[in-house]
């Protein structure tokens, strides 16, 4: 797989696991926890592929195979990065939910 595909890669595995996030709220506001830690659990999942790939560039890097800068590899990062911070306030939000019932 190529840097590029890598990159692409992150970008899809982020934004699946950022719409399982969304349908695990929505799932805690119709008080179906169970769906909703399921869903956040899939979502927690998913985005532990794209920072295992995440992982692999940078123990590239730091054998030595750099990467050229480039935006699409800066989007990744940022789509990944987004994510892992909305995981935190999602997982917080659906606790709340959980025990506002």
Known sequence: ???EQ???SIIAFAGESFS????AL???KKQDFDASQRLLGDSE???????H??????????NGKSIEFSMLFTHAQDHL?????????YRELIEL?????
């Open 26 to 28: 929505i799932a805690a």
């Open 97 to 101: 939910q959980h025990n506002k019932h």
């Open 20 to 23: 399982l996030l969304n349908e």
């Open 81 to 89: 990065m987004n994510v892992i911070l909305a995981q935190n306030i």
């Open 45 to 51: 999942n998913i985005l532990k592929e794209a920072h």
């Open 1 to 3: 797989m190529t840097d």
């Open 6 to 8: 890598k990159w692409f």
């Open 53 to 62: 790939i995440q992982n692999e560039l940078l123990e590239n890097e730091i």
